[in-house]
């Protein structure tokens, strides 16, 4: 008789084939929903992160501006003094900074169409035109 409890009783411990893959499908589903959360809101932090360079780099052009009498007639003049340069006092920028979030060049053109210099976040397509976090931002919005 003590045998038979024994038996009955080990046969009932542990879980089935069928409840483990049950288990592994329902933690499928939830990692799938939140890594979905998590990757939206890392291009949002990115774009965020990109207006706000966007505002950084156009006040290093600015400074640069003032030193040297007008703006620089490309990005990488803020990172090495070009020929000529009288009032340099720079760098105003690291590589790093003339590169958004995302990995992209900005946009620049001097002289600017709306202003002494246009300077443009591409967003994360890093192209012009776009929607949601593919849209442009100019430095004179």
Do not use: C
């Not at 400074?63 to 009032?87: E, F, H, N």
């Not at 946009?107 to 976040?121: M, Q, V």
């Amino acid at each position: 008789m003590r045998q038979t409890r024994f038996k009955s009783a080990r046969r009932q411990s542990g879980f089935t084939l069928l409840e483990m893959l049950a288990v592994i499908v329902l933690l499928g589903i939830v990692a799938t929903i939140v890594v979905r959360q998590v990757g939206g809101n890392v291009d949002k932090g990115k774009y965020g992160a990109g207006k706000a360079q966007l505002a950084s780099l156009g006040m290093k052009i600015e400074s640069y501006g003032l030193d040297v009498g007008s703006p620089p007639r490309t990005l990488q003049q803020l990172v090495v003094k070009a020929p000529g340069a009288v009032g340099w006092a720079g760098p105003y920028a690291k590589p790093s900074d003339l590169k958004d979030p995302f990995g992209h060049a900005f946009g620049y053109r001097f002289p600017g169409e709306h202003g002494a210099f246009d300077l443009i976040f591409f967003g994360q397509d890093g192209q012009p035109g776009g929607e949601g976090y593919s849209a442009d931002l100019g430095n004179w919005e």
